[in-house]
């Protein structure tokens, strides 16, 4: 047996707590609503990248008579992720370290593989796709969510944002990742295999002031602060006065009342043939 692919790319943001203010923001309400009309109460679910785990545990609230499993590369946010599940009372839920180029599981596993925000830092995101693939039952579905960042727009225009969206995206690639991912869902899963994919989108919408200061600050403090400012000075992608600049041209647009961010997401369901 050829060995399976491991990990290549460097997840630019590191778990500082300006990532984890927005990981733990996100539900599988406004993160996964276009996988839940397919959830049954018996279904057995694997979430990959499960991060701090708040979809996670909104996904095993959702199959009571079944079992999730939640996933990541990174062992000390599990941790977060089991107080986050029995803080909910959840018994039908569990957390294990893994790689979603080579994960631990059989064929067939799941009834449903699920990874939101996770192929755009991944260095082969048809070989993942693959593998979630392969653990997935037939007639499961694998559901795949990511942001893509050349699609993100705002008003008014800054050009400061528009220098730390340059910026990000080459520190993102530099880092084996795709940060415009959500346009090449459908492409990566074609190339994996799948032949019944539905690919939609969906968008997260930052305008009143409450939403504007959080996303505004978050992504202030994620710039200076977080594995992403050591990865964009480390690698001679930017100065810390110029990610100084990034951060401030977040919360002066933080500041404007007319302000407004829209987040374009990809989506992809792709049923497994029978």
Not at 157 to 163: T, V
Not at 221 to 245: K, N, W
Not at 260 to 271: D, K, P, Y
Request: include cysteine; charged fraction near 20%; proline fraction near 5%.
């Amino acid at each position: 047996m050829m060995p399976r692919p491991q990990e290549t790319a460097v997840y630019p943001h590191g778990h500082h707590e300006s990532v984890l203010r927005s990981h733990t923001w996100r539900t599988a309400a406004n993160s996964a609503g276009y996988l839940l009309g397919s959830l049954k109460p018996h279904m057995r679910v694997l979430d990959v990248g499960c991060g701090p785990g708040t979809i996670t545990a909104d996904l095993a609230a959702l199959v009571p008579e079944g079992r999730v499993t939640g996933v990541d590369r990174a062992p000390e946010i599990l941790d977060t992720a089991r107080a986050t599940a029995a803080g909910r009372g959840l018994a039908n839920v569990d957390f294990a370290v893994a790689d979603v180029h080579a994960l631990d599981f059989p064929d067939d596993t799941f009834c449903v593989v699920h990874a939101h925000q996770v192929l755009q830092h991944v260095g082969d995101p048809v070989a993942a796709l693959r593998e979630m693939k392969r653990v997935t039952r037939p007639a499961g579905f694998v559901a795949v969510r990511d942001a893509d960042y050349g699609a993100m727009t705002w008003y008014p225009a800054s050009a400061g944002l528009d220098a730390w969206l340059e910026l990000y995206r080459r520190v993102a690639r530099a880092s084996g990742g795709e940060p415009d991912a959500g346009r090449r869902l459908k492409a990566w899963a074609l190339a994996a295999g799948f032949t019944d994919i539905t690919a939609t989108s969906s968008t997260w919408t930052f305008t009143t002031a409450e939403e504007r200061a959080w996303w505004s600050g978050l992504w202030a403090d994620r710039t200076v602060a977080s594995s992403y400012a050591e990865l964009a000075t480390g690698g001679g992608h930017a100065s810390e006065d110029e990610l100084a600049a990034a951060a401030t041209a977040w919360r002066d647009w933080g500041k404007r009342p007319e302000g407004w961010f829209g987040v374009l997401h990809g989506e992809i369901l792709c049923r497994k043939e029978a």
